[in-house]
């Protein structure tokens, strides 16, 4: 139940009916760079990690995704639970629409499915962990870009808010690296 | 913590270290019908089920998917992790070996990375229902050929309970759409 | 010369063109639930059904798919054959247009290739009639969200008569897993 | 009832109880130039050729392709249909056996599901023809390599007979592309 | 060095700020039937050529593809670099957009990523250089719709220039089918 | 002529007829790490780098991995080239071949096919740079699992070569970034 109850906490915001807003930020749902890649990346590397401490970085940042990742689903809902086939029509949701009505899939912005070809997990503990550092600037430039495209207050607060985790998670998973490498690291990254 | 914590709980006993048995166990971890196909089917057909009841169940069946799709992968690195190149080499897990080394991976045993096609989230409940019962039979069809071809006794145990699970599913499932139809239901699925 | 013949016959009635409504419908000629999921999916399954009747029903139904793919094929181009380039663009058929002119392709409404991952065959016949029945109410769901966005008379009957043989289809999946079964079954499937 | 009938009639002769053949025969069923890549592009192609002919040329091949494809189906259920677990164990159908157990799948012989992007119809004739002649050249060629693995005389008989048929494909699309290019043409193609 | 200054001196042309051209445009970088496709066809398949000509004309060509590929993404690239926000939202460039800012990427015009499905090198070189033949065809049929959608003279000029070398291609892949051959050939080809 | 050429240049030695090791050496030709990867990665990316420096970069480094690429597929090619019927049968190298003959073609150790979805390029220097030092990792992590089952010397001498290759692009990489955040940074990367 606790992916459930989670759910009903969270402040998700949402000021409008727009489905054409719902149709970019579904990029975040199942796209290359969004919380579902970033949760089963995390999840599925942890085996071959080297230390506890490493494992559980992992395990927390990528249970914190999953619930991020029901966050944005529910972004995607609030702005279609409403909308008529007129508000539909015409718009990027309705190919969406046509294939799936007003519930959520996990693809991105353009229609096409999550893949795990948009992760990796190789074993290496260092190589890893440089896939997660990149996955987190890549994820934080997807949240600026929709943030440019968005104008429902309630969303762009929210896309805010998750921006920021991903540069918390980037710089975990930079100590991450330092702890795994063993020597000096510097202190600050980006 | 949830995910790691329960982790330490599940007895996954493997007997051997068997890569190849591995890679064909890895079906569940990332093929068509295993345990990562469920968790994301169940958890993205939420937000559009008609009653709290039945998001309820799509919750619980989902969050346990996950934790089965962690057992699965326990039993995956259990059977690989001590293994050694020349137990290795010539056997149908060299070609994860080369791209993951002993890492996880979710792609199916003949190393198709996943992908959201093998799901489906149509935004009607009686369609979703049928599409999470016939997913049920499908993963316990897998589990049947998984253990037709094990011959390493904690794996079969293993595979047995998670089968027995799939056909506790299918039942939760028919209830629900008894539920969502509002009519009387025969008794028992299957 | 079957399939030609038979694509005389059938009263596909199409009153407008519409490149926008086309690239809708193309949805059911390669979409994940199309007509060609279902047809390539039932074709597939017939050798390892375990009784002649269920290979016929099989037969049957999986070769009255593909006439209407057909159909569907039908609607589509005849929606677009006569849409001037002023018609086309700035419409979600654009994309289409400059990949295939004004030919059919099986993708689905976001152009997505038709992939063999959306359908299944499992060589169980208990979980492949339950792919089955779902599959045809996933397709009745698209009709429906379709049907819903069509404004053009001769395709909205078109679809309607497409959408009842998927309903007919589902009855008789339902009757085929009864015989399979052997047992006594519910008269009536949804 | 047409491929059902049809298939009773074909000649597919296969003397031994192969798996790891099968699992390269499965190929020609859901790979790239297999007999599904053909019958799907060839029947998609229609709406857009310029005349009766070429409609009814691409109607038929694309007819027969999917007999054929039938035939390969055949080929390969024939080939591991009384296989025992032990004879599967350790050769490459041992993963297409975990996911479908001993039923058939458009996958080719590396499991690789079928995509549309292995086939095109581009809107212009002399393009599509061209596909075409390329994609009966392709399909003799794989044709041509299982011939070279096959040990068993009734399965290198029907590969020989579906490679000629190819030949002869090739050669009617020839002739329609020199119709459509309404000039002289050599007479025979390769 | 090769590549980057070789972008120096080609002479595209873009005259306006359009992201929906932009967006169409870049089938032809990560498209089917794109440069991307051509390049790596062709470089791909000279392993196997029998004579060092026929490896020539493939490394030119495809070298050459390569250079077409670079203005490709040059195309896209002036079409968007000065695009507001407001010019970007409601095209067919947002999906792009919120994926991957103003960057390139190799997509078609749906937004479906790149896969070497949509190309093939057989190990025959029959075979292979019909299937570049082919694929010649196919472009000049792509930059056939996409002139047919533009309306910046750049844009235009530098599509026109692009559609003559892939009919220069064509009638070089169809000479080197002669020399490998080693037969009479017919002068022109198309 | 400059591919062409260049592969004359470089000393790939292999010293055995190894169809087992082509099939697992392809995984850097055409997988998910591999140097078609790193090419068309680096090369997409480098329209929105923000100083000429940072281009030419990314195009030397993109430059070099195509050379790379060519000279994992002459290792791949020399491995195979005088392989007999008898040496492929029962290798993992079987399914290319009867798909491929003894061709390359883009796709991993499992078979499957190249895709840009294991690339990005988000038009965000610090991302795309995070993203290319993380590749580079990655692809060195690559061929140390392919050293180690790898036991043809001349094969071995290459891998190890290749993989110094990563490590500085990985420095150069980490340099760039330095540049682009115009701050101080450490030395030494890795």
């Given at each position: 139940?606790?992916?459930?109850?989670?759910?009903?906490?969270?402040?998700?915001?949402?000021?409008?009916?727009?489905?054409?807003?719902?149709?970019?930020?579904?990029?975040?749902?199942?796209?290359?760079?969004?919380?579902?890649?970033a949760?089963?990346?995390?999840?599925t590397q942890?085996w071959?990690?080297?230390?506890?401490?490493?494992k559980?970085i992992?395990?927390?940042v990528?249970?914190?995704?999953?619930?991020?990742w029901?966050?944005?689903?529910?972004?995607?809902?609030?702005?279609?639970?409403?909308a008529?086939i007129?508000?539909?029509?015409?718009?990027?949701?309705?190919?969406?629409?046509v294939?799936h009505?007003?519930?959520?899939?996990?693809?991105?912005?353009a229609?096409?499915p999550?893949?795990?070809?948009?992760?990796?997990?190789?074993?290496d503990p260092?190589?890893?962990?440089?896939?997660?550092?990149?996955a987190e600037?890549?994820?934080r430039s997807t949240?600026?870009?929709?943030?440019?495209?968005s104008?429902?207050?309630?969303?762009?607060d929210t896309?805010?808010?998750?921006?920021?985790?991903?540069?918390?998670?980037?710089?975990?998973?930079?100590?991450?690296?330092?702890?795994?490498q063993?020597?000096n690291?510097?202190?600050?990254?980006?």
């Amino acid at each position: 139940m606790w992916i459930y109850e989670k759910k009903l906490e969270y402040p998700v915001r949402v000021n409008t009916t727009n489905p054409t807003l719902a149709a970019m930020i579904i990029e975040q749902f199942g796209g290359a760079d969004g919380e579902l890649s970033a949760a089963i990346r995390y999840l599925t590397q942890r085996w071959t990690m080297p230390t506890g401490k490493a494992k559980a970085i992992l395990t927390d940042v990528g249970t914190e995704e999953l619930a991020h990742w029901e966050m944005v689903g529910t972004l995607v809902y609030k702005l279609t639970k409403d909308a008529t086939i007129d508000q539909i029509k015409g718009t990027p949701f309705e190919a969406h629409y046509v294939n799936h009505g007003k519930a959520l899939f996990p693809h991105d912005a353009a229609g096409v499915p999550w893949t795990a070809a948009y992760i990796q997990s190789k074993g290496d503990p260092i190589s890893d962990l440089h896939e997660n550092m990149a996955a987190e600037q890549k994820a934080r430039s997807t949240y600026e870009w929709l943030i440019n495209i968005s104008d429902d207050p309630g969303v762009i607060d929210t896309l805010r808010f998750l921006r920021e985790r991903e540069v918390v998670h980037y710089q975990r998973f930079g100590e991450a690296l330092c702890l795994v490498q063993e020597h000096n690291c510097r202190k600050k990254f980006y």
